[in-house]
């Protein structure tokens, strides 16, 4: 798809992600329109001509759009991203509905779960906008490297080529890359599970230990997830994507992930409610890990890592005591998912 000013889309929520999506799709050319709650925060962009509170020195596009206004972002887009936390996801899409134009091609971003149904973002949207076809856009995307034009890539996941295609077409440019992948589920579920073990990871670098601990950390919170995944339904060979270990690894390593400095903090002896301070942005990893943790342990799904976190954030274990319990306690199998050669 070139680029088309009369192909309108609709970005609701301008955090950090929200913002450089928005951002590179009135760069490539299609009239965009950035939809945020505060009429402070609107009244800040406007004035500054950048996002100041999440990406300072991002300068906006000349041609993208701004309002608070939900049906003027709305009518008449084409494609519209979701780029609000998981938690408030059901209520922007209620808010969303009356102006979401028949047809268009829904987006989420989000990356977490709901706390009382345990659906994920683009289940929500599925159920708040029956009849929309729905995509997911995940995979190891710091906004602040997109922001700085690092090369980076991303996953589209639906099982509507439809939405794929479109995806790679208007976010595509010389350094974002965007791979397709029909296991929604799978790329969804890697992209809220991650959160947890970025936490873990965080928790493993304030305390100094050494770089084969970290291997350990990294690689078992993979088979972790994929465990879970795969006895929900997904595919487990999805977790060795874009969206999977390379996310996984992304948010494990980098102090730009905000649920890999809540670690950090938590490493460095704070309780969870000052880590959430010290952060100041919403870190989906903390609620994902209660309810994962308390998933698995419905379905008898073995998660040490989960449950060792979940001790430490939850029920006030020692971050000591629960590194030897994450160790200890994990089963002695290295790969669990084996490609069968064809019997000859």
């Keep these: 798809m070139t680029a088309d000013n009369n192909y309108k889309i609709a970005v609701l929520g301008a955090g950090s992600f929200g913002t450089v999506i928005a951002n590179m799709l009135a760069v490539n050319g299609f009239a965009t329109t950035l939809w945020m709650r505060s009429d402070q925060q609107l009244q800040a962009i406007s004035e500054a001509g950048e996002n100041s509170a999440y990406l300072p020195g991002y300068r906006f596009d000349s041609s993208l759009s701004f309002t608070t206004e939900l049906q003027q972002a709305l009518e008449g887009a084409d494609t519209v991203f979701f780029a609000v936390p998981s938690s408030v996801l059901r209520q922007v899409a209620q808010l969303a509905k009356p102006w979401i134009n028949k047809g268009a091609l829904l987006i ?165 409610e000052q880590a959430i301070i010290d952060v100041g942005q919403v870190a989906e990893g903390v609620n994902t890990t209660r309810l994962v943790k308390e998933r698995a342990d419905e379905l008898g799904i073995y998660m040490p890592l989960a449950s060792a976190l979940y001790a430490t954030m939850f029920e006030q274990r020692s971050i000591v005591e629960s590194l030897r319990a994450m160790m200890v306690a994990e089963q002695n199998t290295d790969v669990e998912f084996m490609v069968k050669s064809n019997e000859r």
């Design 108 to 272: 989420s971003t989000a990356k977490g779960i709901e706390a009382d149904s345990f659906a994920l973002p683009s289940q929500i949207l599925e159920q708040e906008l029956p009849g929309s076809k729905v995509g997911v856009l995940s995979g190891p995307n710091l906004a602040k490297e997109i922001a700085n034009y690092e090369i980076t890539a991303t996953v589209i996941a639906s099982e509507h080529d439809e939405v794929c295609n479109c995806a790679q077409e208007i976010l595509a440019s010389k350094y974002f890359r965007i791979y397709a992948n029909h296991d929604r589920y799978g790329v969804e579920l890697a992209g809220a599970l991650k959160n947890i073990y970025a936490i873990v990871s965080g928790i493993a670098e304030a305390m100094n230990v050494g770089q084969n601990t970290k291997s350990v950390v990294l690689t078992r919170s993979l088979a972790e997830m994929s465990r879970f995944a795969c006895h929900l339904g997904a595919n487990p060979l999805t977790f060795l994507g874009l969206s999977g270990v390379g996310d996984l690894y992304v948010t494990c390593s980098s102090p730009l992930s905000r649920n890999f400095r809540i670690g950090l903090a938590l490493g460095g002896g704070k309780s969870l």
